[in-house]
């Protein structure tokens, strides 16, 4: 079974159906809308299960509720409801009980629900989408009775849902609407297909719960429509590697897959970016001290120039399950680099090389490497994509996966480009006596680094006071620059 071509199906029914299915949303809407009628006999079409230790789950009748009692369910604890998103196979996906092992385990009190939809969701898509306003009922009708029945508050509440899932939360949290408000939502990578676009009320949004965060991990565009949805959707959105795609998920990386999961490995691979929001999610509960922070900005590319490593007025914040509960009134897009595997998080630094004087255009290759009081970077190559030309700052990102700790010497080393260096091995040749003055120089002012996770600011100034030259091959060392103290970082926080 090709899961591709069943991912293109569902792009392109999906895309055929989007008239009429807009339509059936919007009926369904008007008709679904509005407070609960809780008087009612509601039949819910969902099953939840209540999650307990050693993996095992204690289903649950929600009109018979004192089966929450019998199951372990303690009202004096939180509660967290995953929900999955659209199914293949019909099957409940592995990382469900991982994500509830993972908050059991590591959150201790709280009380762990999974809701099981799979025969809803085990259907073309666009018939799995029309079904996630159902669901989010039936998990509405379970909270309203908790509230009833137990007098359990909803803002202790905290609804994680994947893909549809996502939706299905939101949904959920719209049908309180009156009462209190859910706690927290978590969307994890929210489905695209059929919710792009949509006005707040017909997707997941910022009104659907005290607090809404949501992770973007699979946005890359096919005609037209992209797995995971684009838009802000929360409180914080989180774009970890822009959003669009995640490092370790290229097809290339198939055989370690294979190897890892067998013939799973294929289905696994097109899922990965798609996933890697939950895993993400989980890694902030199994790592502590290795909490991702993310910055915001206005995109990927201004986010690469490494200009958005602020943390001023809540700029940033943590991803996954700490994050920092700040309310707005607008969406925050929030962008980070991440590793390929878990733990997945990378530090963030800013530089800022002034080149001075150039007289001959260049496009240089640099060696970077970073030496700081606990760690040091190894070497990490650089292509100024820009051509530098007079007096220019050039500004980018670099990623590393290690806490360098204070940052205390800088190594430049200039490639040049092998033009370069088969000119210069020419000129040479032909004028040995004369190629001095002509040597390529590059002039290298001040070189800033700011780190995002300390926000720390490091001036480097040129360790030997030759002019601050760099010939092409050759290392330059700089240290930091004399009299860089606090107060004048504090000075230079606006650059
Ligand atoms: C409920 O959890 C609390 C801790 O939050 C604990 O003190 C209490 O004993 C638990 N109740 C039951 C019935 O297990
Ligand atoms: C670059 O700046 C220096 C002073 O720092 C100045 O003397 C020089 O003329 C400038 N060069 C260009 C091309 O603007």
Redesign the pocket.
Known sequence: MSVLKILCCLLLTSHLNVGKNIKGHRAAATEQRGALRMNELHVSSSVFSLFLEGEDTCKLDPLQLHTLTSCGFNSSNPLIIITHGWSLDGMMESWVHRLATTLKTHLIDVNVLITDWLTLAHQHYPTAAQSTRTVGRDIAHLLHSLQVNFQYPVRKVHLIGYSLGAHISGFAGSYLEGSQKIGRITGLDPAGPLFEGMSPTDRLSPDDAEFVDAIHTFTHERMGLSVGIKQAVAHYDFYPNGGNFQPGCDLQDIYEHISTYGLLGFEQTVKCAHERSVHLFIDSLLNKDKQSMAYRCSDQSAFNKGICLDCRKNRCNTLGYNIKKVRSSTSKRLYLKTGPRMPYKLYHYQFRIQF??QMVEIEPYLTISLSGTKEESGDLPIHVTETIL??KTFTFLITLDKDLGDLMMLKLHWEGSALWKTMWNRVQTFIPWGGEQHKPVMTVGHVRVKVGESQKRTSFCAKTNDGQQIEVSQDKIFVRCEGDTSKKQRRRNHN
Do not use: R, S, W
Request: net charge neutral; proline share 0%.
């Open positions: 001075v004087n007079g007096n």
